[in-house]
């Protein structure tokens, strides 16, 4: 069974879903329920909202 886990970072959310062969965490980012993008970690996630709201 797949587990989520998420958390709100400017306007964003930030979904950490463990799965995969290995289970590893992977960290998504949505808004308005439309997937931005897909992450190893969550700094990369931010950085990533950070450049989108930078423009």
Known sequence: MESADWRL???YEIV???GG???RRRYQVWRM???QG???DPIAAEL????????
């Open 16 to 18: 950490a879903r463990r």
């Open 48 to 55: 990533h909202i950070d450049g989108l709201l930078r423009g």
């Open 9 to 11: 970072y400017r306007g």
């Open 21 to 23: 062969l290995f289970g």
């Open 33 to 35: 329920g439309e997937n």
């Open 38 to 40: 897909t992450f190893r």
